[in-house]
């Protein structure tokens, strides 16, 4: 049983999706997966985090080496998934995710992202993904 399970509505959807869900925060918070974490991608896939963008495998690559080098460990919980309609491949998510700094502060922080599926010979990734997070300093 995976730890980053997250609640659905009553609404069909493709479990290929629920599983790419889990796999990929997993895989997200895995410090060393950099290249693992953009073949989550298709290649020219946008990936906006906060108020950073940027587009393809590259890009993606490089965003997750800055995104890592304050951060000693994380942990993604995705609660809620939102599939936008019976069977969509349009997706609105709700969670949280704790981090551990290097300089041994830890913090938590809510999250929503939006995020558009595409699913190629059974294989499935992101064409689309925006991550919604506040980026101001914890309070002390």
Known sequence: MSTYQSQ?????????YKAFF???YQV????????EYAQYFVPDTPLVMGQKKCVGHQD????RHVMWSAVEQRRHSPLKVFP?????????LYGT???VMKTGESCSKDWAARAVLNKEDGKVRFSF???YLDTAPSPK
């Open 97 to 99: 995710v704790d981090y």
């Open 129 to 131: 993904y925006q991550v």
């Open 28 to 35: 997200s918070d895995n410090p060393s997966a950099h290249e």
């Open 8 to 16: 659905y509505p009553d609404v069909p959807y493709d479990p290929l």
């Open 60 to 63: 993606i690559i490089a965003l």
């Open 84 to 92: 936008f309609g019976p069977n969509s491949n349009e997706f609105m």
């Open 22 to 24: 889990e796999e990929f």
